[in-house]
């Protein structure tokens, strides 16, 4: 089991931007597919974006040119960088690290978004 420490969520108005983070101390960071994830309340956990190993990036139709994800192996940590923010992304946030056919998440962080 992986260890996922996420950070950066919180309260941000209509519009304003948020930087999520999720460090993954003491593994090969660069072979793992990373993905962040949200669960509203009531609803299903979805995938918001993801980044495989090798850098390749796939997002939710509902963020696509608002959402960033990004990575940086050397700091064993995946971002997601959260822009034009609307209440619908109100939810909570969680990484997810895949390797083979293994899969962590971390806690959880949520982001509220006011209108």
């Known amino acids: 089991q992986v260890q996922l420490v996420e950070s950066g969520g919180g309260l941000v108005q209509l519009g304003g931007s948020l930087r999520l983070s999720c460090a993954a101390p003491g593994i090969i960071f660069s072979i793992y597919d990373m993905g962040w994830y949200r669960q509203a309340p009531g609803k299903q956990r979805e995938l918001v974006a993801a980044?495989?190993?090798?850098?390749?990036?796939n997002y939710a139709d509902s963020v696509k040119g608002r959402f960033t994800i990004s990575r940086d192996n050397a700091k064993n940590t995946v971002y997601l960088e959260m822009n034009s923010l609307k209440p619908e992304d109100t939810a909570v946030y969680y990484c997810n690290a895949k390797v083979l056919r293994s899969s962590s998440w971390g806690q959880g962080t949520q982001v509220t978004v006011s209108s």
């Open positions: 980044i495989t190993s090798g850098g390749s990036k």
